[in-house]
């Protein structure tokens, strides 16, 4: 069994920064790229950034960039994501997600085990 829990969420002030942790444990498994989504109320859930384990490529969505930082820890199987100056329209569920199938995509179909998600609310 694998499992990803994320940490960091709750309640922001517009302007301030973001920082989510995300570790994977269980099984031993080989994932190729670990990936960041949101999905804000009444909304399809969004690709927000994505790190490959390969390469450390790391593709963002347009509506962070320059905000964002996506990092890993392969010793601890920890992805951590830090987004500055948040908006309001950051307000969303959070949830990282894992793929074992694909050096790094921004499709969450591609991503084979997620994390429970975590709340993060932007103030303003």
């Known amino acids: 069994q694998v499992h990803l829990v994320e940490t960091g969420g709750g309640l922001m002030q517009a302007g301030g920064s973001l920082s989510l942790s995300c570790a994977a444990s269980?099984?031993?498994?080989?994932?190729?790229?670990m990936g960041w989504f949101r999905q804000a109320p009444g909304k399809e859930r969004e690709f927000v950034a994505a790190?490959?384990?390969?390469?450390?490529?790391?593709p963002y969505t347009d509506s962070v960039k320059g905000r964002l930082s996506i990092t890993s820890d392969s010793a601890k199987n920890t992805v951590y994501l830090q987004i500055t100056n948040l908006k309001s329209e950051g307000t969303a569920v959070y949830y990282c997600?894992?793929?074992?199938?694909?050096?790094?995509?921004?499709?969450?179909?591609?991503?084979?085990?997620w994390g429970q998600g975590t709340q993060v609310t932007v103030s303003s």
């Open positions: 997600a894992a793929t074992t199938k694909i050096l790094t995509s921004l499709s969450r179909y591609e991503y084979d085990y």
């Open positions: 269980g099984r031993a498994f080989r994932y190729y790229a």
């Open positions: 790190i490959s384990m390969s390469d450390s490529t790391t």
